[in-house]
Nanobody
Framework: QVQLVESGGGLVQAGGSLRLSCAAS????????MAWFRQAPGKEREFVAA????????KAADSVKGRFTISRDNAKNTVYLQMNSLKPEDTAVYYC???????????????????WGQGTQVTVSS
């Protein structure tokens, strides 16, 4: 059974930092893209950041560019999201996603990801 388990969410003041982790089990995703998405109350899910299989190519949404960094450790089958300079508008449930497409690129569309975690809440107070 494939599982993606996120951790590291919580409550933080504006300007603070959090590091999210997503550990995969049940199969390896070392040769596939992974990504983070988020969904705020009353809003649609949105793309946050993605990374290709090697970690050599990444993409961040304009809203988080320069503040959030995605990385991965293939030896641990884990992807991370370092979030700095957090803002109240970053408040959302953050989801990890893993693709089954073994390509060299990353994807920004949720439809390209077959596996999803249960989500971790991030709340940024002003």
């Amino acid at each position: 059974q494939v599982q993606l388990v996120e951790s590291g969410g919580g409550l933080v003041q504006a300007g603070g930092s959090l590091r999210l982790s997503c550990a995969a089990s049940g199969r390896t995703f070392n040769n596939a893209p992974m990504a983070w998405f988020r969904q705020a109350p009353g809003k649609e899910r949105e793309f946050v950041a993605a990374i290709n299989w090697s970690g050599g190519s990444t993409k961040a949404a304009d809203s988080v560019k320069g503040r959030f960094t995605i990385s991965r450790d293939n030896a641990k089958n884990t992807v991370y999201l370092q979030m700095n300079s957090l803002k109240p508008e970053d408040t959302a449930v953050y989801y990890c996603a893993a693709s089954t497409y073994t390509s060299g690129t990353y994807y920004t569309s949720g439809g390209m990801y077959a596996y999803w975690g249960q989500g971790t809440q991030v709340t940024v107070s002003s």
